[in-house]
């Protein structure tokens, strides 16, 4: 009698199904599904400014507003999951990004490229540029949020990663956005970057939890034009570079994960972990080095010893830079850890921050040795947790 019935009642959904469909294709068949965009096209989940509401909304309820499904751009060799959205890094650009039960909706209502600060304080670096965008945030989910600009990055043309100004003060456009975002509210405030003279934006990335997939990237409307030209690299499989550990001759750096190369500038190395895979390159090597900060400055008989850095993302996830991440061993045999707090330099700023995928970032490492120290290796290590280590050996 249950299978009988259960077989009535899918015959009759089914009857239901396709007299629903009928009426749909008969309803719509002459209005304009039309050509798709090209955003459609490629997959873009793009929206403009919400109008308000013409229908009465009742006390304590919230207008319903529809929210695109995010995909992703295929055709771009970042924001490929599924739960990426892309849209176009242009003034009143509006998209949404759902992640769980949250749903964000940013506008990007202005882009100063070249913003100034009545801060005299606020300065960009001799051949650096501010770059400057008002933000609009809209909580269109059912929990708050709190939101600032650290959930922002900037990707340029060279595939260098940018994280924005911390706590920047004296623009017009704004304060710099950091607030918790209610259920239904908005916040407004600026995300400022300080970029190299000539160097172009990639993509806008708004990344509103870091334990989850979901992504937003504002693209430069020439971002595809860039890529099949190749104008801008795409990431290529990379294996680790190097000798291995087992194999190196060293007290040090003993397991077949690790690589060793020699300490001296214009030397690259690389070690995987997984599937992510790091790769180091040592651009200088400064023994004595020097700060203009009068605050940041060695102890009686020690000195500064820098190197600077370039690191790319070989790998398939985004990983974070710290100055935790190094080492240098000395020829005494003491180890020292590098210096977190120091500013100055005029080889460039501490090596922090958010790589994504193909992406770079230069900055430096700094130590406190004694005068007379000599390096015996500086290392790199990502993951405590794993065996992979990256050794320059000094030759």
């Known amino acids: 009698m249950r299978r009988f019935l259960k077989a009535l009642l899918i015959g009759a959904g089914g009857l239901l199904a396709i007299c629903v469909l009928i009426a749909v294709l008969i309803s719509g068949g002459g209005q304009g599904g039309g050509t798709p965009t090209p955003a459609e096209a ?3 989940v793009v ?15 919230r207008a319903a507003t529809a929210t695109p499904a995010p995909q992703a751009t295929p055709t771009l060799p970042w924001g ?30 202005r882009i100063v490229d070249g913003a100034t600060s009545t801060n005299s304080f606020q300065r960009p670096k001799e ?9 609009l945030v809209e909580n269109a989910g059912d929990r708050s949020s709190f939101l600032t600009a650290s959930n922002f990055q900037l990707r340029t043309i060279t595939n260098f990663d940018y994280e924005p100004v911390f706590a ?15 259920p239904g509210g908005k916040a407004r405030g600026i995300v400022v970057f ?30 595809l034009e860039l890529v099949q030209s190749g104008a801008v690299s795409q990431p290529t499989p990379a294996a680790p570079e190097g000798t291995p550990g087992d194999r190196a001759g060293k007290s040090w750096g003993t397991s077949k994960n690790d690589r060793h190369v020699p300490l001296a500038p214009g030397q690259s190395g690389a070690i995987a972990d997984g599937k992510q895979v790091y790769r180091v390159t040592i651009v200088n090597i400064v023994d004595g080095a020097t700060s203009s900060n009068m605050f940041v400055q060695p102890k009686e008989g020690q000195k500064f010893w820098l190197v600077q850095v370039l690191f790319e993302n070989a790998g398939t996830s985004s990983i974070s830079l710290f100055p935790t991440n190094w080492a240098l061993r000395t020829q005494d045999g003491f180890d020292h850890e ?22 770079k970032l230069q900055g430096i490492v700094v130590f406190q040795i004694p005068q007379d120290a000599k390096p015996l290796f500086l290392k790199f290590d990502p993951n405590p947790l794993t065996s992979a280590e990256l050794y320059f050996d000094a030759q």
């Open 42 to 44: 490629s997959g873009q």
């Open 127 to 135: 051949g650096n540029r501010y770059y400057l965008l008002v933000i």
């Open 194 to 223: 300080e970029l190299p003279e000539g160097e172009q934006p990639l993509f806008l990335k708004f990344d509103p939890n870091p334990f989850t997939s979901a992504e937003l990237y504002f693209d430069a409307p020439n971002a």
């Open 338 to 359: 590098a210096e977190i707090m120091v500013t100055g330099f005029a080889e460039g700023e501490l090596l922090s921050g958010e790589v994504g995928p193909g992406g």
């Open 168 to 182: 920047p003060v004296g623009f017009t456009e704004g304060e710099g956005l950091s607030q918790e975002v209610s």
């Open 47 to 61: 929206t403009t400014a919400a109008a308000p509401a013409t229908s009465p909304v009742a006390p304590g309820e």
């Open 80 to 109: 490929t999951s599924k739960e990426d959205v892309h849209a176009t890094l242009a003034e009143g650009q509006t998209a949404e990004l759902r992640d769980g039960k949250m749903i964000y909706r940013i506008t990007i209502e």
